[in-house]
């Protein structure tokens, strides 16, 4: 098993940043990838970034445009998530992801951290 635990979520205004971070403990080395995932009220989850285990390879939802920068530090088993110009319409909650392949789906979750950005 993997627990994932997400952190840096808050509230802040429109233009500015955050940094998330994800901590992964346990059976960290079934790990393939790691991700981001944001839910907003009354919409479905959606992609926000992705990146390898590697660290070498890192994917974005269309929506990011150069906004936001999928990391991760394998000594530490942690991935992050720098978020830059924020919207207001990036508000949402903010979950890691796990996948244990590169074609299997995520299987493991975090708790999701709130972001809110205030225009």
């Known amino acids: 098993q993997v627990q994932l635990v997400e952190s840096g979520g808050g509230l802040v205004q429109a233009g500015g940043s955050l940094r998330l971070s994800c901590a992964a403990s346990?059976?960290?080395?079934?790990?393939?990838?790691m991700a981001w995932f944001r839910q907003a009220p009354g919409k479905e989850r959606e992609f926000v970034a992705s990146?390898?285990?590697?660290?070498?390879?890192?994917t974005y939802g269309y929506f990011v445009k150069g906004r936001f920068t999928a990391s991760r530090d394998a000594a530490k088993n942690t991935q992050y998530l720098q978020m830059n110009s924020l919207k207001p319409e990036d508000t949402a909650v903010y979950y890691c992801a796990a996948a244990p392949s590169a074609t299997s789906s995520y299987s493991y979750w975090g708790q999701g951290t709130q972001v809110t950005v205030s225009s």
């Open positions: 346990g059976h960290t080395s079934s790990i393939h990838r």
């Open positions: 990146v390898s285990w590697s660290g070498r390879t890192a």
